[in-house]
């Protein structure tokens, strides 16, 4: 175990923004975590852990004891009559690892192609694309309790997955029992479950028009995922030209009655009914029709073709600060409160 420090922390994460980690180790595997918690002074300390740094806002040098996960690791655990599943390390790129499972014969996961991050970042937020998230095709995970140093197994109830959500976003509460591992876990595995037979997930507005613009009605996986790849470049920033950390806010749920009364002042908004009676807003139309597409705050600015990213327009010798990024955060949110009554909620984590 190596312990680094003064660490740039700007090639790890995907706005490119400067700052240093303190202290940095990386973790190829379960027992340099051992090592770490075994350790008298390195046990003691904060930890943050990072991943593909995709879905990060940096606002100063990290003090906390920055634990970089690189755990590598694909195969196949289990081939049965109803599913795939395979276990991949927390350590491997995303796309990367939805396009080796594609070679392998194992699809599943080509909606969310190109998604930037890492596998162990995945089940944090439960990543989501047209049509399927992370939970649809979720068996279980790996990881350790950073604070009791317990190893744990987790199934997809327990992870209590939701929109862009789950256990590992929230504290616990002992005062209620509400069990929380925000900034405790670090996720080591994770094993996704590819059901068999393999269906295609084509309701996304975006994959009817491909289907309608080829002709094509009954897309190979591959297809899907060659198409997911189009739609995502012709419409998100490549964060390595551009830096930025996905959609930025979350899409917000209101009642009907709230969406009703929206409708009759702006009756263009994009909403969509959800399974539980409520509906959810687009940010992205909202954030558009508050005039914000194309502005910037200092190096920090709203994308042109997709209101909900922000960006960083510096590159990577005038990068933009993370106080500029939420600068403007916080500068979209008022307005669009101000005009719908509806409070964004950032995606990122702000550290
Ligand atoms: N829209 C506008 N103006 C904009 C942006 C969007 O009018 O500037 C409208 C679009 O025309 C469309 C609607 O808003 O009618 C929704 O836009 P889009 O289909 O691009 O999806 P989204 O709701 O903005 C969500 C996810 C994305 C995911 C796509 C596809 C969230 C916060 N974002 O975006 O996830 O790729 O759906 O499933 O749920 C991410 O989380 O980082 C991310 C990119």
Redesign the pocket.
Known sequence: MIVQRNVPLQPHNSFGIVARAQQLVRIADEADVAAILADPVLREMPKFVLGGGSNIVLTGDVKPLVLKVEIPGRRLVDDGPRAWIVEVGAGEVWHDTVQWLLAQGWPGLENMALIPGTVGGAPVQN?????VELQDRFESLDGIDLVTGQPFTLDAAQCAFGY?DSVFKHAGDPATNAFGLAGRALITRVRFRLPKPWKPVLG?L?LERKMAETGVTDPSPMQIFDWIVAI?RA??PDWRVLGNA??F???PTVTPEQCADIIARDPKI?HYPMADGSIKL????L??ACGW?GKSVGNAGVYER???VLVNRGGTEHPATGGEVMTLAKAIQTSVYERFGIRLEP?PVVV
Not at 127 to 131: C, V
Not at 282 to 285: F, I, P, R, T
């Open positions: 990543i989501g694309a047209y049509g862009r996304y975006d995502r419409k998100l996905g959609s806010f979350k899409n994009v687009a940010a992205g139309w954030i558009d597409k997709q209101a909900l995606e």
